[in-house]
DNA sequence: TCTGGGGTCCTAGGACCC
DNA sequence: TCTGGGGTCCTAGGACCC
């Protein structure tokens, strides 16, 4: 992989730019703790039931990788530090990472705490060369953060970010090859990479779609340039058809966003020992909807849908969501709601992960206005202590009717089955293996 | 070896409106 | 009496990315 010193590309030719820092927490671990330098260092669950979020060159040298379940990677590298993850100081770095960005462009886009996409074009202007900018931005970072990173350039989304990737380290055989740190995909080098590419290394391929692709017959990105497109859509959705076709033409008509709004938030938590009882899962929603109304006033928004997901032990998950014709963002209310979609499904085994989801925001301002304006109608106003109260009790009515239709939903019998168990505490007994609870016998 | 927690987007079907 | 087609919203599930 090189690039001649001739082949300097415009911004025409190399309009996007992706950075990715190498091995982030990890990184910023070893940064505040200086010890564990040249160490295997990954951040990640410890427990039974963790995966690796980040991995060091060191573990990595071992075969441990991000997303490997902690139980693997120890017995690969069995003296890997595992640590638990700081993910408020992490934020602090990305922070810092995207003013240097910031300095740069201010037209980009993060990607996670540890990537973003910029487009240089406005930067036509300053006689910005593309390559130079890279390679600057990297020791800025490099300076100012003590971080390393990989730099793509490319014509869109698709090369930049494949650029980026071929521009890291990467382990040969348990041995460390350094990458060039920056990479431009040149015209020459898109035509090699759209004919040697494997399918799962596109931008949305995943093991699913790999494996489709796969028994389709279609094994490389070149594969994908002679498909019929009514075929793939068949197997893969018109949408992932359209996509992935483009790709292996070189096309990619993504744009980089600015200021992306966000969309939804939640919370969820897999359990070292998956829970067994009613009250233990009702506990887990008041728990959660803690966290979540608290993400959600940190980001001054309100929450028209609530979505809860349940996954049990054998990894089969099952999720219930309600629209409310105003938002939420106090914990009682965004617990009720958790709480009536939970009993709206059949917990007959244990529970390994709770979920749950805030989405369709509104701004807080504006829905104080919509519950204001219910009450207005209704009554004659006379204080704003009272307006406050009444607002409350609108609120509290409203509430009562989702709850409501939630349980009409499901019908009669769920809710009564739903409140024979409440009554009575749902036992999820072990039986031979098999599990049971409350007085109904094995399920 | 057996899969986290933060998110995004897509699909398909049903309800409802015009 | 039976029937249309499009648009929007909602719900459940699935796949993917970092």
Known sequence: MSNSPVESPSLEEAPILHVDLD??????????????????????????????????????????????????????????????????????????????????????????????????????????????????????????????????????????????????????????????????????LERQWLAQLPVQSLWGVGPQTAQKLHQLGFRWVRDLAKVDEATLARHLGSAMAATLISYAHGEDERSVELNRELKSLGHDETFAISLTTLDQVLAQCRHHAGVVVRALRAQGRVARTVSVVVKFDDLQSVSRSQTLPFGVDDEAAMTSVAQALVRSVELSRPVRLLGLYASSFLDRAANQVQLSFDVVTGTDLRSQAIEVSREQQVSSASLRDALDDIRRRYGASSVGVAADIDAQGLRIERQRGSHSFGPEGPV
């Open 23 to 188: 091995a982030f927490f990890a990184s910023v671990e070893i940064l505040d703790d200086p010890t564990l330098r040249g160490k295997p260092v990954c951040v990640g669950g410890a427990a039974e039931r963790g995966v690796i979020a980040s991995a060091s060159y060191e573990a990595r040298r071992h075969g441990v990788r991000s997303a490997m379940p902690s139980v693997v990677a120890r017995r690969l590298c069995p003296e890997l530090i595992m640590l638990p993850g700081r993910f408020d100081r992490y934020e602090e770095y990305s922070h810092r990472f995207r003013s240097v960005v910031n300095d740069l462009t201010p037209n980009y886009e993060p990607l996670g705490l540890d990537e973003v996409f910029a487009d240089l074009r406005s930067l036509r202007r300053l006689g910005v060369n593309p390559l130079e900018a890279a390679w600057k931005l990297r020791q800025r970072i490099r300076d100012e953060l003590k971080l390393e990173c990989g730099v793509g350039l490319g014509r869109n989304k698709l090369f930049a970010k494949l650029a980026s990737k071929k521009s890291k380290p990467h382990v040969v055989n348990g041995e460390l090859v350094e990458g060039d740190g920056v990479v431009w995909v040149s015209p020459d």
